[in-house]
T-cell receptor, first 114, second 113 residues
């Protein structure tokens, strides 16, 4: 079975540019999560969706960040304009409704803003 | 809110046993997960506890005490490949649907010869 698929795997861009990260969750999973991981702050939840609806976006750092989930098989995280402090690894994860189901993570996008 | 504490680093010897502790405070506890994360890779699921007691899975076991807000991950017969970061994560049940995980900062385990 295919796992969570993220693209791109790596992105290097200059500050001020728009960055779009993409995620395809595991088929049948109805919850999708976007995380950011840095050495200083660890793994932080940015936003999560349940049945394509954003449930909690309290972790989104500021208005420069936005996320969408137009359908059950696709989500995007957008940063506009990007800043050097946004440099991190961004993970997408998905899970289903059963109580003991863990979240499954994609391979992440390593983002560097110059 | 959530507060999850685990040691930052631990070192152990190949073949030995190591216990990684995690304490937490939460309002809507609905399970505790342990994940393993090798450098440059994604976190991968190791174990899940929702009731008090010990869950054993091969060389790895995880224990939970809900009344004490405490869990540990026990790794036996350590191998060099077990060198990784181990993340404790607590799940809350929230109104509106879905389940939210809050992760600790991770314990970096180094296995030495």
């Amino acid at each position: 079975d295919a796992g969570v698929i993220q693209s791109p795997r790596h992105e290097v861009t200059e500050m001020g540019q728009e960055v779009t990260l993409r995620c395809k969750p595991i088929s049948g999973h109805n919850s999708l999560f976007w995380y950011r991981q840095t050495m200083m702050r660890g793994l932080e939840l940015l936003i999560y969706f349940n049945n394509n609806v954003p449930i909690d976006d309290s972790g989104m750092p500021e208005d420069r960040f936005s996320a969408k989930m137009p359908n059950a098989s696709f989500s995007t995280l957008k940063i506009q304009p990007s800043e050097p402090r946004d440099s991190a690894v961004y993970f997408c994860a998905s899970t289903g409704d059963r109580g003991n189901q863990p979240q499954h993570f994609g391979d992440g996008t390593r983002l560097s803003i110059l | 809110g959530q507060n999850i504490d685990q040691p930052t680093e631990m070192t152990a010897t190949e073949g030995a046993i190591v216990q990684i502790n995690c304490t937490y405070q939460t309002s809507g506890f609905n399970g505790l997960f342990w994940y393993q994360q090798h450098a440059g890779e994604a976190p991968t699921f190791l174990s899940y506890n929702v009731l008090d007691g010990l869950e054993e899975k091969g060389r790895f076991s995880s224990f939970l005490s809900r009344s004490k807000g405490y869990s540990y991950l026990l790794l036996k017969e350590l191998q060099m490949k077990d060198s990784a970061s181990y993340l404790c994560a607590v799940r809350d049940v929230l109104t509106g649907g879905g389940n939210k995980l809050t992760f600790g900062t991770g314990t970096q385990l180094k296995v030495e010869l």
